[in-house]
């Protein structure tokens, strides 16, 4: 089973809101990932999780906040967002470069639309 | 620098061969990634080469050079379904190996 989940598959949210994205693996996966995706551009690569502690952080602005709550659970919490934060938001796993396995899994990933 | 690079967009026939080709520079070499990413999709894993040679995988095949840094994904008999973007992408020696670098991907067209 190679299954991430992401919850939701779409969102629409005003620029005063505050929402999360949820990700969840079950593959006893100890790295995992959130990506960010415009059209017709690869991933983007925004923050990873190694043993449940940030290992990178792309400079990412402070208005996207990680969260990793235990090894199977990922949430990125979203708030004050721009009109230029419209993309789709990809969540992915690893069994991580610790155990020299380097390949990542994709979640479906969620459709998110800042109004 | 590192960087990937990969043709922006190749068209084919159905029931044709295809081949993606994908240059590559990273720091620290730790092999090669192909995905497949349908329009509003996630990418799907296709293949990972770390060692020269050709790997086959049903109709996708995938081949690597690391002293030329080249890799190609090699697909046969294509169907419709076909059509989408490939993405190569290797892991960086930064921050120890957990970070991708992706191209810009390929989009194939696939025409009847």
């Known amino acids: 089973d190679t299954e991430v989940t992401q919850t939701p598959k779409h969102l629409v949210m005003g620029m005063t809101n505050k929402k999360s994205l949820k990700c969840e693996q079950h593959m006893g996966h100890r790295a995992m990932y959130w990506y960010k995706q415009k059209a017709k551009k690869p991933p983007e690569l925004m923050f990873v999780y190694s043993y449940e502690k940030l290992s990178i952080n792309e400079s990412v602005p402070s208005r996207f906040s990680p969260e990793c709550p235990n090894s199977s659970l990922l949430n990125l919490h979203l708030h004050a967002l721009q009109p230029e934060d419209s993309a789709l938001y990809l969540c992915?796993?690893?069994?991580?470069?610790?155990?020299?396995?380097?390949?990542?899994?994709f979640g479906p990933g969620t459709r998110l639309t800042v109004t | 620098g590192q960087n990937i690079d990969q043709p922006t967009e190749m068209t084919a026939t159905e029931g044709a061969i295809v081949q993606i080709n994908c240059t590559y520079q990273t720091s620290g070499f730790n092999g090669l990634f192909w995905y497949q990413q349908h329009a509003g999709e996630a990418p799907t894993f296709l293949s990972y080469?770390?060692?020269?040679g050709l790997e086959e995988k049903g109709r996708f095949s995938s081949f690597l050079s690391r002293s030329k840094g080249y890799s190609y994904l090699l697909l046969k008999e294509l169907q419709m379904k076909d059509s989408a973007s490939y993405l190569c992408a290797a892991p960086t020696r930064d921050i120890g190996y957990n970070k991708l670098i992706f191209g810009a991907g390929t989009r194939l067209a696939v025409h009847p």
């Open positions: 992915a796993s690893s069994q991580g470069a610790e155990q020299g396995r380097y390949e990542q899994y």
């Open positions: 080469n770390v060692l020269d």
